[in-house]
Every structure is written in C-alpha cells, then in structure tokens.
C-alpha cells in the first residue's frame, strides 16, 4: 500500500512569490492534513481537509489556503511569500472512524515525508 | 482551549538506562493523546496512543506512556534506550468533535548516548 506521498520535496522561491505543494492520501483516506514545522516551533496546524471541504483552518493568515479534489488528492498554496514562511511543509491523512464520521480524534494520522520550502 | 507542552526541548540518556520524555496536555473533555516519532528527513511515524481504558499503553519498539488525569499528563517511557532511540519526539492531542484539530507541542529531542 503506498503511503502519503508529497511533492515537491524541495522548492525555493523568492519573497512575494506563489508557492503550490502537493499531497496524495493512502488510499481510503478522506482527510487530509496541512501541518507546518519551523524550526524551534514545533508542528504548526495549518489546515484540515475532509471530502473537499475545509473543516478548520489554524492561525495562519489568509494567504495560506488550499483545497482538496474529488480523488482526496490536496494542494497548499502560498501567496506572497515571506522569509518566516520556510519551513517543512508536512501532509497527513487519515480515515473515517467506525461511524463513517470525520471528526473522531482516535484515529491515527499517517504522514508523508514532507516539502522543504526555502524562501530567499 | 487545547494545547500540549513539552517542557523539555532536549534529553540525553545513556544507552541501556531508562528513558523518559515528559508531556503535558490542556484539553476540555476527554482527551486523545498521542505520540509520535519523527527521524532525520523523514515524516512522523505513530508511536502510541491513549484513547479510554488502561492508563498504561503499550507501543512500537518497545515504547509506552502512562496517562494521568490529575496530573494532565501523559508521559512516554522506554525501560531501556537505544541508541536507534535517537529521535525527535512530539506529544499530540485531539478530542471528538467537529472542530477536531489535532494539536502538536514543539517536540523533545532525544539523544541516547552510546
């Protein structure tokens, strides 16, 4: 079974530009995860995604969005990039519980490798 | 509202001795805790979690963590360290509800020396 796969591994881009990251759920999985990991700052919680809508968002500014297709698939976009927003862009995601219900916390995330994004 | 701490940015064992990574939570309700391992260039991979029953859980590699609800914590041990144990560790908590956010604290490094 393949796991939760993320691109691109490495991006750099300058200030003020757009940045796109991608992510593909293992099979079955219906939510999706956006979490970012700055140095010293621990795991940020970016975005969450279940069957293409947005069901939270953390404090992260309105620049921050993205958006989750009819396959599960989602993408992060970034507009305006700033120096701080460097940092390992990790995906998650994550089944339905028994009840078919999205919003059971017991269930284990499974992550991917991450996209390094480098803002100069 | 929810939070996790781990007051402890780093910890350094000798190999063989017990091993302890701390972890506090602030949850309305009952929480679900978890921990997680993240190593070099890699995602985070689950360790264990605590979700109702027996305050003692059992995880991979022979890692396990004690909630304690007076004390809102929910430390992660190993009896003895490897040094494969070497990681970055993060604590996590969620709860039911339709504003799930999974919360992470800032992680604990984890040196076992040889």
């Known amino acids: 079974e393949a796991g939760v796969t993320q691109s691109p591994t490495h991006l750099i881009k300058t200030r003020g530009q757009q940045a796109t990251l991608r992510c593909s759920p293992i099979?079955?999985?219906?939510?999706v995860y956006w979490y970012q990991q700055a140095l010293g700052l621990g795991l940020q919680f970016l975005l969450w995604y279940d069957e293409g809508e947005e069901r939270n968002r953390g404090n992260f500014p309105p620049r921050f969005s993205g958006r989750q297709f009819p396959n599960y698939s989602s993408e992060l976009n970034v507009n305006a990039l700033e120096l701080e927003d460097s940092a390992l862009y990790l995906c998650?995601?994550?089944?339905?519980?028994?009840?078919?219900?999205?919003?059971?916390?017991?269930?284990?995330?499974?992550f991917g490798a991450g996209s390094r994004l480098t803002v100069l | 509202a929810q939070s996790v701490a781990q007051p402890e940015d780093q910890v350094n064992v000798a190999e063989g001795n017990p091993l302890t990574v701390k972890c506090t939570y602030s949850v309305s309700g009952n929480p679900y805790l978890f921990w997680y391992v993240q190593y070099p260039n890699r995602g985070l991979q689950f360790l264990l979690k605590y979700i109702t029953g027996d305050n003692l859980v059992k995880g991979s590699y022979g890692f396990e963590a004690e909630f304690n609800k007076s004390q809102t914590s929910f430390h992660l041990k190993k009896p003895s360290a490897l040094v494969s144990d070497s990681a970055l560790y993060f604590c996590?908590?969620?709860?039911?509800?339709?504003?799930?956010?999974?919360?992470f604290g800032k992680g604990t490094r984890l040196h076992i020396l040889p």
């Open positions: 099979s079955g999985h219906t939510s």
């Open positions: 996590a908590s969620s709860r039911w509800g339709r504003d799930d956010k999974i919360i």
């Open positions: 998650a995601s994550r089944s339905r519980d028994r009840d078919n219900l999205p919003y059971s916390g017991a269930n284990v995330l499974t």
